[in-house]
């Protein structure tokens, strides 16, 4: 059982992508784990980013999803337009990058709340970062 167990962990690794059930906290509270890694640049603030997002409650509610359009949302890395667990989270991924991140209420204020979603809602977000554009 334990060959088998580390068979599988070291094959994971080596196929680059992260072992089952591997949730990484940030001492900010946010959530991710990587759903498939990118081999592209890395994101860092400052930068124009283009990702594509679908987001949930946690019952699986979907809230927004811009695959649904296939336009990407584009935006200043840091520079405050975005929800600061999107922010947080972009923050360092390749591109090509999908994470899926569990979003807390502090860092998911914004400024208007789509209809039926309460102020105060945990957000679930499958985001992939699908380019980067080295000046904001």
């Given at each position: 059982m334990?060959?088998t167990?580390?068979?599988l ?7 680059g992508?992260?072992?089952a ?7 900010s509270?946010?959530?991710y ?9 890395t ?11 679908t987001?949930?409650?946690?019952d ?6 811009s695959r649904?359009?296939?336009?990407p ?11 600061t ?5 972009v ?6 990058e999908r994470?899926l991140?569990?979003?807390p209420?502090a ?5 208007s709340?789509p209809?039926?979603t309460p102020p ?14 080295a000046?904001?």
């Amino acid at each position: 059982m334990y060959y088998t167990s580390t068979l599988l962990f070291c094959t994971a690794l080596l196929a680059g992508c992260a072992p089952a059930d591997k949730t990484i906290t940030t001492s900010s509270g946010l959530q991710y784990e990587v759903l498939a890694r990118g081999d592209g640049p890395t994101a860092e603030p400052g930068q124009s980013v283009q990702i594509h997002e679908t987001t949930m409650l946690r019952d699986g509610t979907i809230i927004y999803d811009s695959r649904e359009k296939d336009t990407p949302i584009t935006f200043l890395l840091g520079g405050n337009q975005v929800i600061t667990g999107v922010d947080e989270g972009v923050t360092g991924m390749r591109v090509g990058e999908r994470r899926l991140f569990t979003i807390p209420p502090a860092l998911s204020h914004r400024s208007s709340y789509p209809a039926n979603t309460p102020p105060d809602s945990i957000l679930v977000i499958d985001l992939e970062l699908v380019a980067i554009d080295a000046e904001g």
